[in-house]
């Protein structure tokens, strides 16, 4: 895939959040439930990048040692979809959101020890406050707790695949990357619904389901993750996930659109969204001049 220029890396960026923002609303239109879902968009998303990839003629060799290297990192990717469509499952897809927008946090934390970087005290601060934000919403929302729990857990694995992709890109091709952790995703959801004693029962997909499902396959997880790992050689991977703290924003205004009063949530729930907002646009301004 061709390498972004400068001058438009911000816009390929909005871009691609913007695509993933409308990845909750395909994931509460689709009636299969989050193992079955991670299960086709994962095996849609990897036929499709797979074509693609034969048809630029990029190789997908790799050692035995970064084979599993990637499928490991798979295996959180798979991980994240699975926590963060289980959210909205449980909940609705402005609970769900509003727990992975605590992906600021885990990035932020996370970063200086799997990147080797310095520690910014400003980033305990930041996560007092996301996490204070959090408590307001709990308060009012309770009913919703496990669709924060499962949100959060989104965000964590997010957090670790976005910030690592950023050490992988500068050693492997993106599709390659993207190839391979999406083949390790699907051999982990492949054995929990082993686990679970779900495999032997997957059907196909029916039409409705498999049209939303090829939108968020090939549009919003082949094109947009493939561009999300190769953006990673202009930008650093904390400002890309900072960047996608808008994604939450671009979710709610959708399944608001769409689905109307199953998403309105009581004062409190935006009470709560309001300081994580604040948070989310303080934060870059904020490590910039203190950092």
């Known amino acids: 895939m061709a390498e972004p220029k400068a001058i438009n890396k911000y816009i390929l960026l909005h871009f691609i959040i913007l695509l993933w923002g409308f990845t909750p609303v395909l994931g509460k239109l689709i009636s299969l439930q989050a193992l079955d879902l991670v299960f086709w968009r994962l095996t849609f998303s990897l036929l499709s990048l797979y074509m693609y990839l034969k048809y630029k003629g990029t190789s997908l060799r790799v050692s035995f040692k970064d084979l599993l290297h990637l499928l490991g990192w798979g295996a959180i990717v798979g991980l994240h979809w699975y926590f963060f469509y289980h959210a909205i499952k449980v909940s609705n897809v402005s ?13 932020s934390v996370l970063q ?15 996560g007092l406050i996301i996490v204070a934000g959090l408590l307001v919403i709990l308060q ?8 924060i729990v499962f949100g959060i857990l989104a965000a964590i694995t997010a957090a670790m695949f976005g910030i690592y992709n950023g050490k992988l890109i500068q050693h492997h091709e993106a599709g390659k990357i993207t190839f391979y952790e999406f083949l390790g995703a699907l051999l982990t959801i492949s054995i929990f619904q082993g686990i679970v004693g779900a495999l032997e029962d997957i059907s196909f997909p029916q039409t409705s389901d ?11 997880t082949t094109l947009a993750f493939t561009l999300s790992v ?10 890309v996930i900072i960047t996608n703290n808008l994604e939450p924003i671009y979710g709610v205004v959708f399944s ?14 935006y009470a709560g969204a309001a300081v994580l907002l604040f948070a989310v646009f303080t934060y870059p301004f904020f490590k910039r001049k203190y950092s």
């Open 230 to 239: 190769e953006i990673l050689k202009k930008i650093d991977p904390l400002t």
């Open 95 to 107: 609970i769900a959101l509003a727990g992975f927008s605590t992906i600021t946090l885990f990035a």
């Open 140 to 147: 009012f929302e309770t009913f919703y707790a496990s669709g």
């Open 256 to 269: 608001l659109i769409l689905f109307g009063e199953s998403e309105m949530m009581s004062g409190g729930f």
């Open 112 to 126: 200086p020890f799997m990147l080797n970087k310095k520690f910014f005290w400003g980033d305990a601060l930041y």
């Open 210 to 220: 498999l049209i939303y499902l090829l939108i968020l396959s090939i549009v919003c």
